[in-house]
């Protein structure tokens, strides 16, 4: 193995924004830098995109200032895509593609920062070039709101997304009880198959009030005892604040969505785009009981919201960036790089080595037994866990009182 | 004139949330608290509510640490209501009520903190008590997010309900930008009758990019039109980022709303519950150009965002509380404190007397002159006049890095 491999790296985006996957994005650039082994920084624009099309741009010399801005600039600065590649055994076309591509740049470092449909396309191309008479080490490197990445303790953009959504139950929980009679607040979060995010929702609690209900799609949800759970606060002249997850089902494996005609949109992974959950309860709630009831979809906000980032999450997010070029560095290459965490209180961790064809193909969803009996809230547990990802406070450079972004020529 | 009146003061929250409406209840009792002539501070509960109820609480001897809390605590921490008195020529019977609680308390001072319904329902009492034998000195002092009321240059809560539509703008530009195919993302906005919320997101261009197309109730908006010119930006391969008043109406006066079959409410002013107008413009783009649409409605979040204040803004809620109890002090009654601006560059604003009567009973709306020809943005002047109103920060205290708020002892 020539650890001392001379090349260049090409850097790729992909799958849904966080408001820190830019942090892994300088990461990986500061240790490309600081390498011997790393001569030229690419960037693949559009993620998979842009790696099969050429579209390449060159971040050696991206300017100090725009580096630094990197980390606090949310959503992906080299754009992103959901392109998907099949088998190289049953079609090799895209791999043949991207093979030449590597070749024409002298690409031996690749570095994929995305989720789970990432990890599958990284792993794919990992598993190509092992078939190949080109050495590139590939390295995959986590992102996602989700938190839903086999192995990892946890996921870059996560305690982001989840210091938004737990900020803003404080603040609607000010917000629903300001009349002095009941109102119904239901908040709408991400998260398809995995209820990580709504679970963070209940973080608020800690420090004020929490949702009254929080349903995650980890276990089936029924419509007739949401409405009673309702009712029973109602009755009682209490305000209910609702945290639900867009991916709830039913016993039977049927998403709430899909009980009402709206419109879906199905992307090109075949994921349906979800929406419109809130609406719909909003609807049953109000036809049961009449109450006053706003039903709140918090959709790309609490994806992109980077001035509420997690100090935390960003120091992380640099941080598998960091590793994943020392590790390729090391001679390592078909991984992707989670985070260990090494100890509770004080919160420490560290980077680690998984396995990219598990991350690929197995979801992490949250523990049944972090969920409350019943499945409308979750434990001191899931609390414990969750706690420290969200702590301190990143400081975002501004002009006017209004943040300034990155500029990789990408987004422009 | 008694100028050294002395006796108790009385203050009351009234109408939607702000950001900021707890800063003027903490300038008020900061002032009231250094004056000789004021002795008990009250507060009602829930507003007008609490004053016919006799929900009263005693203020004076709020703790150091819950008062310093108060002005970075959002929503209204004495509790709010929408009551709407009646004229005490056709019926004063609330009217008795109240002179009965101002006697019982020894209210001498009383200020009521609100917008224009607040304004008309402080107006109200303090042309019955001009008629009673019980001096009591009223002032309006004013907030609402919507900036509609009456000779302020500007209303306390709207500066930071502007901050945060202004970065909730930058945040998305750069989530709708990310996949380099266009996009089409809908924010609805609240302002029943005045634009001037909506305006606010074309803030975002001082510092990167604004939204394309931006509606204002203030002109007529056609659908026809506005499908245009999306399409116009979707034929261009651009990405669309729409910002649009909850209020807009078409040519006849009808709100765009009501082209759709949704349940609307009515609340106790008799003014319609909006929302979903976003959703129903949603369903026009798609239907017309399939192109990838989101609609997202701000809802409460853009009145409660605490966490992204304005310094400015929240200084300003604080003056004008200040101001009030001064001015009342000096044998003023029957004003609403309004802001005037002293000068642009470099921004400084002092208080004003405004005729309560006055404030009661005009909206004030975005200058015609201010929206671009053809409706669908806002000039550089709006621009001008706004940029100052966001600037600083505002540091929220927290525990485990969430917002702590402070507790009155109404909202628990």
Redesign the interface.
């Known amino acids: 193995m020539n650890t001392a491999l001379k090349g260049n790296c090409l850097i790729g985006q992909s799958g849904g924004?966080t408001s820190v996957i830019n942090g892994s994005l300088y990461g990986i650039i500061k240790a490309a830098r600081e390498s011997d082994a790393i001569e030229r920084i690419y960037g693949a624009?559009?993620g998979t995109?842009g790696i099969l099309s050429g579209n390449i741009i060159e971040l050696t010399d991206l300017s100090e200032e725009e580096t630094e801005l990197l980390p606090t600039?949310?959503?992906?600065a080299l754009?992103?895509?959901?392109v998907k590649l099949c088998e190289f055994g049953d079609d090799d076309t895209d791999y043949r593609t991207i093979y030449e591509l590597f070749r024409k740049y002298n690409i031996r470092y690749f570095f994929f920062i995305g989720g789970n449909d990432s990890m599958d396309t990284c792993d794919k191309i990992s598993r190509y070039f092992r078939t190949v008479d080109f050495e590139c080490r590939i390295f995959g490197v986590p992102k996602t709101i989700d938190n839903d990445l086999w192995g990892t303790d946890h996921c870059p953009g996560y305690g982001s997304a989840a210091?938004y959504v737990?900020?803003?139950m404080?603040?609607?929980y000010?917000?629903?009880?300001?009349?002095?009679y009941p109102q119904v607040?239901i908040v709408e979060i991400m998260g398809r198959n995995a209820g990580w995010l709504t679970a963070s929702a209940a973080?608020?609690r800690?420090?004020?009030h929490g949702p009254d209900l929080v349903y995650l799609p980890e276990v089936p949800f029924s419509v007739g005892e949401f409405l009673n759970s309702v009712g029973d606060h109602l009755a009682r002249d209490e305000s209910v604040l609702v945290a639900v997850s867009e991916g709830v089902m039913d016993e039977d494996g049927v998403y709430i969505t899909d009980y009402s005609a709206e419109?879906k949109?199905i992307d090109t992974f075949g994921h349906i785009q979800m929406g419109?959950l809130g609406?719909m309860l909003k609807?049953m709630v109000?036809n049961r009981f009449k109450a006053?009831t706003?039903s709140?979809?918090l959709?790309?906000?609490q994806?992109?919201?980077?001035?509420?980032a997690?100090k935390t999450d960003l120091d992380e997010a640099i941080m598998v960036g960091r590793a994943a070029v020392e590790y390729a560095l090391e001679g390592k290459s078909g991984y992707m790089v989670g985070i260990k965490r090494v100890s509770n209180d004080p919160y420490a961790s560290e980077p680690e080595l998984l396995d990219l064809a598990k991350c690929a193909n197995y979801e992490n969803k949250v523990p049944l037994e972090w969920i409350l009996p019943g499945g409308a809230g979750v434990t001191e547990e899931f609390i414990e866990y969750m706690?420290p990802l969200?702590?301190?406070?990143v400081t975002v450079p501004?002009?006017?009182?209004?943040?300034?972004?990155a500029r990789l020529g990408v987004?422009?």
């Open positions: 924004p624009c559009y995109q600039t949310p959503s992906a754009g992103s895509s959901r210091k737990a900020t803003t404080l603040e609607l000010e917000d629903a009880a300001v009349y002095g607040v973080l608020s800690i420090n004020g419109t949109y419109g609406s609807s109000i006053k706003r709140i979809e959709s790309l906000l994806r992109c919201a980077g001035h509420i997690s706690k969200i702590q301190g406070e501004k002009k006017d009182s209004l943040p300034v972004y987004i422009e």
